[in-house]
């Protein structure tokens, strides 16, 4: 498939501007041949409009329909998932493997959704006759239009028909992507195919579009058109909170789902550190260096207690660190971010050891490093709650196991955090567990908090910086109800719904 670099709206491709950008292949330091049209205002203008004329006639359509729909794109995905993961590759540096594991993730993704409408009973949400004798029912409705913003980090779980896209899709919204700028090829290629599988499913046009859109303005205008009843975004907090800002000043308050920064810290327990010091230190390095550590889940703080055990257990660590070579990163901007990143964090305290690996970085490789400071220290400067999105994590050595109860009282909110212990020992931490469970979404023991499982039993999500709304989940198949509504029908004859699906 050839990608023309025009933006697509509704079933139509359109290049209107005269301003155009390439991707960026980190792997071999060069811009990718394709170009790109940035959408101008005419254009935003015009998916909006398709995505509110598009909406009735979606929402109405045969659940059946729908179902038929978002199968086609799954088909389609698989068939031509060779061709999908190469441009993957040559825009992210992600490795082939991630890609097909990415991919395979994004299909199992739209089936999970699916499965919530394929329920006999969908969508009814609960019916009864009240005291009074009224029949009630009670019906999940489509929001309307949705904008999706993908993140440069998952070019197909969390971008174009990711999880935020194919849950609107299958709640029976129309989508409207902003498309990452830095695979905007894959994004492309994706996009063509969730609009051929429109065409022969008889989807509305509009019902899908996707805008290569760089003028932070036009971004704003998406967030703010009154047609547009929901935002779902994936990146970092300032991204995210300039999307709120952006709503902030509509007429109308929507919810904005953004997904942001996360630190995930881990509490590691003396008799853990007694029992598999080796094991743990494993499993740690490879988790904070696990694609290069561009995962929202990847484990950023560790606090432990200080004594002679604890030591041994970061000798260890170092040692699994220094034999890790140095990792691609996505492209130009993350790698400087993380090397600014953790550079500002060494700026700050001279008293912390760091271990740098013996390998030379080289342009968009950033070097797996582990910092080691006081629980003082880290007290005194908010820097180091900020999160340095790469193979980087910070050790924190506290006193007792009192301190990582206060400890827990003064971080921000988090996707996840991590318990290493004997289970005897959790039985006394319920102090502990409690301040965990007011800040994040979910709670590892004896484990580690990359790899996310796509189960209906996961929540991604977690207290504000992490999410701005931590009742909802962005993974598993509730990640849906961010673009459902409830509406009670009162005295209606049951006789009414027998034909609705
Ligand atoms: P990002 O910079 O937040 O960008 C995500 C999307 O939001 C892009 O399409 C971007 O468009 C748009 N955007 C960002 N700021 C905006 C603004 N002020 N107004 C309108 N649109 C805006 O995230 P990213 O590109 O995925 O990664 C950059 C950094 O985010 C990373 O270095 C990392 O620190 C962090 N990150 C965190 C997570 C996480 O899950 N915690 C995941 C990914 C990234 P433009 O590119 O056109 O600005």
């Known amino acids: 498939m050839q990608i023309s670099g025009a933006n ?53 359509k045969p659940v059946a329909d729908r179902i038929a729909f978002l199968k086609r794109i799954v088909s389609l995905l698989l068939e031509n998932q060779n061709m999908l993961i190469q441009h993957y590759v040559l825009e992210s540096g992600l490795a082939f493997s991630r890609g097909e594991t990415e991919l395979k993730r994004t299909c199992v993704q739209i089936e999970t959704f699916l499965k919530v409408i394929e329920a006999e009973s969908w969508p009814i949400q609960s019916e009864e006759t009240a005291p009074n004798g009224i029949y009630f029912q009670k019906r999940f409705a489509p929001l309307g239009p949705v904008v999706v913003f993908g993140a440069s980090n ?39 195919l969730i609009i051929q599988a429109a065409l022969e499913t008889g989807m509305p046009d509009g019902v899908f579009s996707n805008l290569q859109i760089k003028d932070h303005q036009l971004t704003a205008m998406l967030v703010k058109h009154p047609c547009i009843k929901a935002v779902a975004f994936t990146g970092s907090i300032s991204g995210g909170m300039a999307l709120v800002a952006y709503a902030q000043t509509r007429k109308d308050p929507i919810p904005i789902f953004c997904e942001m920064g996360s630190l995930n810290p881990v509490f590691l327990f003396p008799s853990a550190i007694h029992t598999k010091s080796q094991s743990i230190a494993k499993a740690f390095s490879d988790s904070i260096t696990q694609d290069s550590g561009q995962f929202c889940t990847k484990p950023g703080l560790l606090f432990l207690i200080e004594n002679e055990e604890a030591n041994q257990f970061i000798e260890e660590l170092f040692k699994e660190i220094n034999s890790k070579p140095a990792l691609l990163m996505l492209g130009p901007t993350i790698y400087h971010n993380f090397m600014q990143g953790s550079e500002a964090e060494e700026k700050q305290f001279a008293n912390k050891s760091r271990e740098i690996s013996d390998n030379k970085s080289q342009e968009n490789y950033g070097l797996p490093l582990i910092d080691v400071i006081s629980l003082d220290d880290f007290k005194k400067s908010a820097i180091w709650q900020e999160e340095v999105f790469g193979p980087y994590a910070l050790i924190i050595r506290c006193k007792t196991i009192s301190d990582f109860q206060d400890v827990a009282k003064m971080l921000s909110g988090q996707l996840t955090a991590t318990i290493w212990a004997e289970p005897s020992e959790l039985e006394m931490q319920e102090t502990l567990l409690f301040e965990i469970q007011r800040k994040v979404g979910r709670i590892i023991f004896n484990g580690v908090s990359t790899g996310v499982q796509v189960i209906d039993s996961m929540h991604h999500g977690g207290s504000f910086p992490a999410t701005t709304d931590s009742r909802f989940t962005a993974v598993g198949k509730d990640a849906i109800y961010r673009f459902l509504k409830s509406i009670s029908f009162q005295g209606f004859p049951k006789t009414h719904f027998d034909k609705k699906t």
Do not use: W
């Open 154 to 192: 998952f070019p197909f779980a969390y971008s174009t028909i990711g999880g935020d896209a194919a849950s609107a899709l299958v709640a029976g919204c129309p989508v409207i992507v902003k498309s990452h700028s830095m695979h905007a090829g894959t994004g492309y290629l994706v996009s063509k």
């Open 8 to 60: 697509i709206i509704g079933y139509t491709e359109s290049s209107s501007g005269s301003q155009t950008f390439q991707t960026f292949n980190p792997a071999e330091n060069r811009s990718n041949e394709t170009s790109f049209f940035e959408a101008v205002e005419s254009e935003v203008q015009q998916a909006l409009a398709l995505a509110e004329k598009a909406f009735p006639i979606y929402a109405q």
